[in-house]
Structures are given as C-alpha cells and as structure tokens.
C-alpha cells in the first residue's frame, strides 16, 4: 500500500515538473498584422487567434481582417441576407478587437474546394503588397486533418501568398498599380487540436483579462450566428432529465443565457490553452518565421549573424 | 486465402520479380529542396550500384534573383541537369510544368505522366515528396508528393492507362517507396501506430555521400544565389547581416550552401549514431505483404 503511495507521489512530481506542451512566444517587431480567413467568426472561434489580434492591437499594430467567403449560409436567413449580415458582424466583431478595416474577398461559402487557388492567393499577395503586414495570422496550411475545406484551402493559398509577394517574378504586372514586393517576417497558423490529429501548434502568447474579455465580447457581436436564446431552455431540459440545475441560468434572461454561453466557452478555450501553456490564459498557433524554411541554416545565422553596422 | 487477398499478394509479389535491380525513380516538385531532403541517399545508392532517374515536375521558373522567367526555367533546368550528372544520376525528364502553379494542373494529369514513367523504368524504388508532412510555404512538394503516391498506387492496375498497357508498358508495383520532407514538423519522427501498411520513419547515413551531394547542390547556382541574396535581403530588413553575405560572391555562396547542407545533416542525424543523416518515412516490403505471408 505504502509502496503504491509511493509510486502515485512520484508520478504526481513528474507531471508537476513535466514543462508545458507549448512554450510561450513574445510579440515580433512590427507595425501591421494581416488575418486572412475563410469566415466572418474565425478570428475567434475555432478556439481562436481573438485574444492574440487584441494583444497585437493592444501593442500598437494596425490590423486589416480579411474575410474570404461571403459566409452566405452561416445563419438562419436566405444566403444574400446572411452575406450582409454577416459582414456587418465581421466589422463590428472585429472592431472590438481593435483592427481597422474588413476586406471582403467575397468566395462563395462552403464551395471552396474546387476554386482556383492561385486566382485566391494572386488576391491575397495584392494584399499583402499593399498593407505590407509585418506579421500574417490565418489557419495551419499544414494541418492535414482539418475538416474544413474553406479553412484548409484560404489557409493553402495564404501560406504561397506570404512567401510569394516577396517575389519580383510573381504577378509583376501588380506593380504596374503603385504595389511593391513585400515579405512579411512572420506566419502564425492556427489548428483545431481538439480534432486529435494532424499538426499540433507549436508555441502559445499569453493573453491578460483584458484580451480574453474581448474575444468573448468579439464573438458575441456575430449575433446572426451565435445569439442562441433557446440554449437556456435546451440546457434547462437537458439538466432537468437527470435531476440537476444551473444556478446561474435562473437569474438571466434568454438572451442573458445566450452570452453568458459565450463568456464561458471562450474563456474556458483560452484557459485550457493557458494551462497548456503554463499560464492562466493563452492561445496556441504554429509559427513560421521568415528563416523557417531553412532549418539547415537556422543555427548558423543565430551564431553568426551581427547588427547592421 | 480470400481470392482478394491472393490477388493482392500475386500483385505485390509479381511486382517485385518484374523491377529492374535496384533502379530508383526519383519525383520531385522543385530542384534545390529534393537534394537537400534525398541527394545524399541517391548518391550513396548510385554509388552502391542502383541507377537512378530524376524526374523533374516543376519548371523552378521563379527561383531567381533578377531574372526573367523564362531565364530562371533554362538556367535552374541546366543547372539541374549538371548536378544530377555530379551525382550519377543517368537521365533527367523534365515534365516543365510552372513551378508554384500546379494547383492548376489536374491531380490526375501529373499522375497519369508518373504512371508511364513507373511502367517505363520498372524501378525498384520510388523516391517522392512527402504529402503527408509538413513543406513549410511552397506547396508543390504536397501536390507532386500525392500525383506521384497515387501513382505508385495506380501504376499496378491494368484498367488505367489502358492504352499504354495496349503498347507493352505493362502494369507495375514499385517494391518500395521513400518519402522526403524537410525537418520542420516537431513530431515528423514520431512513428506510425502499426508497422504493416504505414510508412515508418528512417534514417540513412550520409556522411560518406556528403562531398558528392554538396558539390551537386553547390552547381544549382542561380538557386543557391537567390537562396543567398534572399537571405540578405530578410535580414537587412530586421536590421541584421551576416558578415558571409557581406560580398556575395561564388565563393561565399558556395560556403553558405555548405553551411545549410551541414545545419541540415546535423539536424537529421540528431538521437541518431550518424554524423550525418536524411530522414524519411519508408514503405518498405512490409507495407505491402504482412510478415506473416512472408515466412
């Protein structure tokens, strides 16, 4: 018995000790942050990068949202009216976070597996040429699992576009219009590691209150999508088959219920990442930086590399 | 036995007896990053006596520091041509398709090419991009990786191609796959969950085909020069340099390729006994015919 206390106070030390799954990154140098995703929400849901644009935000980057598809069947009206809709909510949503501006690409919604990718990216590198991004946010290209074609195509085209507007041979008749070649120095993607498989992130930013605060306050703004009032009734009848309750669903309204759902789902996403991270409030991405593609040269240009003089 | 399984097997089995000894098909998407992911492997196997054939998918028109196009394409696929010669390799074909737009090009038109070439050479081994790992920004190597996996797979089956079948290019299984990706991905070594029918990670010594694949990577000039000025163009940007780069030169372009071919042995090699190493995942004999048919 005593040996068995023994064995279970061990394991227990070494989970304590055992470092966090992801080591936590600081913000780059920079000015300007570009996102580009599928959908109106996915700067904040899907777990998130909500609390990391408003850490940007907060440190002084301009921040463009691009918003690929026209989102026409994310919601319970017909598709034109959940287009419009729903772009309004990506300005509103994106306002509390603090970006700037929404650049609507307009692809039709859930019917981007077969559309060309390089007329996508030829659009996405335009506008990186033209906001000149320090830093690019959108989903992990390389997260072969994701279930999403949207979210796995915008991100395949994405990660070309970050590269390949540095280059003076792709689309240079773009420079004809004023634009210049431009590299961004950092890609952050984001994964659903909830999924189990594929690539796993490979470092989280710490968020502060304020940051988590306001992605709960960005997603409740896509109200065409996530104001749920009946969640209180359907949570209600569902705790009630097993003889249970929610204290804090009897004093709010239906609609008090609906955000409150919110604030609890995306606080609990960014404190799960936080433990992860060992820290109380995080979210998790890949990043590349502008050496991550020569892993073969990345020890030499740390050990060798000077200040310009 | 089920009919199905004992076809299966006359197929695998079938397969193997028909390839030429030892011969390797190599697949790749663009120059520079199969010879610093498979060129010394393909060297040491040269050199063990298996013949090799590159087959080039991409044009590399774009890896170039001011250059035109068209000039980038017939340097890079000259230049191409002289590196393989460096490593034995015996014929180069190119099939010439843009390089980073072969999202346009259909899945099946590449592969249907691949499966000619596979009944055509009847290797032993394939050697193709991995397009189940990670290949950081350029995504050629994810769509040259699946036409060619599909390839490999199709290539055994009469009822495609069945013209070329017609003309005596018969249906093929090539015994053994490699697949190559660059050492990105922090879980990349982690192995499968079965070791029948997956893939498993390998290693392969390289430490004594080294000078071969580095002089090989060394004669790609234009792409080892944009490499070079690419590089001094990012860290200028962040306000660094490299003292190397200060004058880019042949001589210190040669150096820094030295020092990536280098950075990326050591990388691979790691956990290893090798000095110097390439990771791969391998479908070997087992991925096609569980053991236990093999006693």
Request: include cysteine; charged fraction near 25%.
């Amino acid at each position: 018995m005593c040996r068995y206390l023994l064995l279970a106070i061990a394991a227990l030390s070494v989970l304590a000790q055992s470092p966090p799954r992801f080591p936590l990154g600081e913000l780059p140098p920079g000015k300007v942050l570009l996102v580009a995703q599928p959908h109106h929400d996915d700067h904040t849901t899907d777990y998130g990068m909500g609390g990391v644009i408003a850490r940007f935000m907060e440190a002084g980057y301009k921040g463009y949202y691009v918003r690929a598809s026209n989102d026409e069947k994310d919601g319970s009206h017909s598709y034109g009216q959940n287009d419009i809709i729903n772009l309004k909510e990506t300005r509103d949503g994106v306002a509390v976070l603090g970006m700037s501006d929404v650049i609507s690409l307009n692809w039709r919604n859930d019917f981007m597996n077969p559309i060309p990718l390089n007329e996508l990216r030829e659009q996405l590198i335009f506008l990186i040429r033209k906001y000149r991004p320090d830093v690019v946010l959108g989903h992990n290209p390389w997260e072969h699992y994701q279930k999403n074609p949207d979210h796995r195509n915008v991100a395949r085209a994405l990660v070309e576009a970050y590269w390949m507007a540095g280059l003076d041979t792709v689309h240079p008749e773009h420079f004809l219009l004023g634009v210049k070649p431009h590299a961004a120095a950092h890609f952050y993607g984001k994964g659903r590691l909830d999924w189990g498989l594929g690539q796993i992130s490979n470092m989280a930013f710490e968020l502060n209150e304020s940051q988590v605060a306001k992605k709960e306050r960005a997603i409740a703004a896509h109200r065409n999508v996530y104001h749920n009032p009946s969640v209180k009734r359907s949570v209600q009848v569902q705790l009630a088959a097993e003889g249970k309750y929610l204290p804090e669903f009897e004093s709010v309204s239906d609609d008090g219920a609906s955000d409150l759902y919110l604030h609890w789902w995306m606080n609990w996403n960014s404190r799960d990442i936080g433990r992860q991270a060992g820290v109380k409030y995080a979210e998790d991405l890949y990043h590349m930086d502008d050496l991550y593609h020569l892993p073969g040269l990345k020890a030499y240009v740390k050990a060798n590399a000077r200040e310009l003089r | 036995m089920s009919v199905a399984r004992r076809r299966f097997l006359q197929i695998g089995v079938g397969g193997m007896f028909g390839a030429v000894a030892g011969k390797t098909v190599l697949v790749v998407a663009t120059d520079a990053r199969w010879l610093e992911c498979a060129g010394g492997t393909v060297a040491k196997r040269i050199e063990d006596g298996a013949p090799a054939v590159l087959v080039r998918v991409g044009n590399d028109e774009k890896d170039a520091w001011e250059l035109t196009r068209e000039e980038a394409a017939w340097r890079n696929r000259t230049e191409a041509e002289a590196a393989a010669k460096l490593l034995g390799i015996g014929s180069v074909i190119p099939l010439g398709y843009q390089s980073s737009e072969l999202q346009a090009v259909p899945h099946t038109t590449i592969r249907d090419r691949l499966i000619l070439l596979i009944r055509r050479y009847r290797p032993a081994t394939l050697i193709i991009p991995n397009p189940h790992a990670e290949h950081d920004r350029n995504l050629d190597s994810y769509y040259v990786g699946a036409a060619a996996e599909d390839a490999w797979h199709c290539a055994r089956f009469p009822n495609f191609l069945p013209a070329a079948n017609a003309e005596g290019l018969k249906p093929f299984v090539v015994p053994e796959v490699y697949y190559y990706a660059p050492p990105l991905d922090p879980r990349r070594r982690e192995p499968e969950s079965t070791a029948t029918f997956v893939p498993q990670p390998v290693r392969v010594d390289i430490s004594a085909s080294f000078a071969k694949k580095l002089r090989a990577a060394q004669a790609m000039r234009t792409y080892q020069r944009n490499l070079a000025m690419r590089l001094k163009e990012r860290l200028t940007a962040q306000g660094r340099r490299l003292p190397l780069l200060d004058q880019v030169t042949d001589a210190s372009v040669d150096k820094l390729v030295e020092e990536n071919l280098r950075g990326l042995g050591v990388l691979c090699a790691e956990g290893s006994e090798y000095k110097m190493a390439e990771e791969f995942r391998h479908a070997g004999i087992s991925y096609g015919i569980p053991s236990k048919y093999l006693r």
